[in-house]
């Protein structure tokens, strides 16, 4: 069965601090790996990795995956109170679109 | 100018009804989803559409039952509605069907079943 597990469940950081989150993954037929950010309602999109070891970067928030060892990182450096969410990692499996998504890792940033 | 749109947002409801919600997308995406997060914050993919043709099936109670009207709709209809079917569901979209295209996701509907 595919399993995705993110860890740790849950962090509370201050302001400022950096943020390093773990996705790792067992899955057949691995396709991409994407990261979103869910604060009240709708997740919207952070990065899609395909490529082993090539960082995507946009702004404080950075990510890279290791297909050798079958997790991936997302990382938020110079934390801000909107950094506030649950952050989703979901690989995707098989040719069609299914995305497996994992339980998510809260993030609290307190000023 | 809203992305992927959904109604109702809540909905609350007696057990044993029938229900709907609808979904609309005007990203000119040809591929529309119904995922549902329950209580513990898990997403998970019920159906799949390319161009209105049914690509993802999970398992799912055959209560449920998608129906795309055209590539810009996807719609939800639930019969019977249990207890266990309180939950978030969200629509969501991509332009292409395969793994490699970023999904869209709409804001969510809250269903809670009495």
């Known amino acids: 069965e595919d399993k995705v597990v993110q860890s740790p469940l849950s962090l509370v950081v201050h302001e400022g601090d950096t943020v390093t989150l773990n996705c790792s993954y067992e899955?057949?037929?691995?396709?991409?790996l994407l990261w979103y950010k869910q604060e009240k309602k709708a997740p919207t999109f952070l990065f899609m990795l395909t490529s082993s070891g090539i960082e995507k970067k946009s702004g404080r928030l950075s990510s890279i995956l290791d297909k050798k060892e079958l997790f991936s990182i997302l990382n938020i450096t110079a934390t801000q109170t909107g950094d506030s969410a649950v952050y989703l990692c979901?690989?995707?499996?098989?040719?069609?679109?299914?995305?497996?998504f994992g339980a998510g890792t809260q993030v609290v940033v307190t000023p | 100018d809203t992305a992927v749109s959904q109604t109702p947002k809540y909905l609350v409801t007696q057990m044993g009804n029938d229900k709907s919600i609808k979904c609309e997308q005007n990203?000119?995406?040809?591929?529309m989803y119904w995922y549902k997060q329950d209580s513990k914050k898990f997403l998970k993919i019920m159906f799949s559409y390319n161009n209105k043709e049914l690509i993802i099936n999970e398992t799912v109670p055959n209560r449920f039952s998608p129906k795309s009207p055209d590539k810009a709709h996807l719609n939800l209809h639930i019969n019977s509605l249990e207890l266990g079917d309180s939950a978030v569901y969200f629509c969501?979209?991509?332009?292409?069907?395969?793994?490699?295209?970023?999904?869209?996701f709409g804001p969510g509907t809250r269903l809670t079943v009495l």
């Open positions: 979901a690989v995707g499996v098989g040719g069609w679109g299914k995305l497996q």
């Open positions: 990203l000119g995406h040809d591929t």
């Open positions: 969501a979209s991509s332009r292409g069907s395969t793994s490699y295209n970023e999904q869209f």
């Open positions: 899955v057949t037929n691995f396709r991409s």
